[in-house]
């Protein structure tokens, strides 16, 4: 499904505007548009390559230059400005700039996405009307321990990365699961990314590093889960005897 949204949405789209011409055409010059109809297909909302979300409409919004996106970098150390620049895009920020629509500029804005979730299709559903947009925290958290034989290190003198993680990681499910109101304000909590080393079947892992998705249409409560996640997250650490580094790499209001 996911491989798919960005096309659907932008199909409806523009399927949504020939359906308009075709009302228009029929009216035979009664019917008359008083404003233009644009279709925007937005890139990068997600920002998974560069941990920089919403590229493209920030853009259209006017606020990509002052985040300083163009020295993003990705896995690779390639920064934004350069793969623009390998696919044929301009990255100067004067050509960015004129993207940027005026909001007195714009009557209306309607969004059409699908929902990637199965509440619609178990409510028999064809569509719902967004409410609120949740907020979101992205954390990256990295855990450091000491890599060691598998056959010779015994159980209590272990700094076992994998064990840690798989601990806060756990953790991290049973506090968004258990939070009073957590799923009448949608508070959803995802681990998506995990990457482990030396990653060999004999030896005791000494490296790990994951992610934290933490999203709440409420966003007290979405901050509050946040600052608990964390002090959970060292307070494994200290009692594993790891050492736990925790970095927020975005952070977004609800709307």
Known sequence: VVAFVAVACIVAAI?????????????????????SVEVIAFSD???????????????????FLKHGYLDARDSKGYT????????????????IEKIAMKSEDV??????????????????QPVGVVSAISGQTRL?????????????????????TIAAS?????????????FPLSRENMLVCTVGEF??????????????NFSVDIRCKDDAMREEVVDLIQVGLRDIAEKRRVACEIETKHSAESC
């Open 80 to 95: 934004l400005a350069s793969v623009l620049e390998t696919v044929g895009l301009s990255n100067s920020a004067e050509d």
């Open 45 to 63: 909302e997600e920002g998974l390559r560069f941990k920089s979300t919403f590229l493209g409409s920030r853009a259209v919004s006017g606020s």
């Open 195 to 208: 990457n482990v080393f030396p990653g060999a079947s004999n030896v005791i892992p000494g490296f790990s």
């Open 166 to 178: 798989a601990e806060m990681i756990y953790g991290i499910e049973q506090r968004c699961k258990d």
């Open 15 to 35: 399927t949504a505007v020939k359906s308009l011409n075709q009302v228009l055409e029929e009216s035979r010059g009664a019917l008359r548009l008083r404003r």
């Open 140 to 160: 990256y958290v990295q855990v450091d321990g000491f890599s060691g034989h598998a056959g010779t290190v015994p159980m209590d003198q272990r700094q076992d």
């Open 107 to 124: 009557y209306g804005y309607v969004e059409v996405h699908i929902e990637q979730g199965p509440v619609l299709q178990s409510l028999n």
